[in-house]
């Protein structure tokens, strides 16, 4: 499918205009469940009197991390001049550290929870 300019349909504004209202609403759907899954968790194995400092700590550590990442990102796009294979190796990254994470005792966290509630 062409548009009266000979361009692709990839190549015009309107299909991605059209996307970005359905991306939007997945992105922010993923991060409402992020945050309630992440909350529910803390809060089921950390003790309530170091309930706040562990959930400052955790957003300090977030939100600092935005910076820092965007400027590594910047200088790796800088240095190979490839932004395809920056963002494929980010996201083999995140699957890595996703996977990795099942192996971790946080990756278990029921099993402990269940485990010292019975004791």
């Keep these: 499918m062409t548009v009266q300019s000979g361009k692709p349909w990839y190549r015009e ?8 209202g359905p991306a939007a609403v997945l992105v922010a ?8 899954t992440s909350a529910s968790l803390a ?14 700590f955790a957003k300090v550590l977030a939100w600092g991390a935005i910076p820092v990442s965007a400027l590594l990102g910047g200088v ?16 083999a990254l995140t699957f890595v550290v996703t996977f990795a ?19």
């Design 43 to 56: 809060q089921a194995l950390v003790p309530n009197e170091l309930l706040g400092r562990v959930s400052t």
């Design 29 to 36: 759907g993923a991060a409402t469940i992020w945050n309630i």
């Design 101 to 119: 994470f099942l192996f971790t005792p946080l990756g278990r966290a029921k099993h402990y929870r269940a485990a010292g509630e019975a004791a």
């Design 76 to 91: 790796l796009i800088q240095w190979t001049r490839n932004v395809a294979l920056i963002y494929a190796l980010l996201g």
């Design 13 to 20: 504004p309107w299909p991605w205009i059209l996307m970005s």
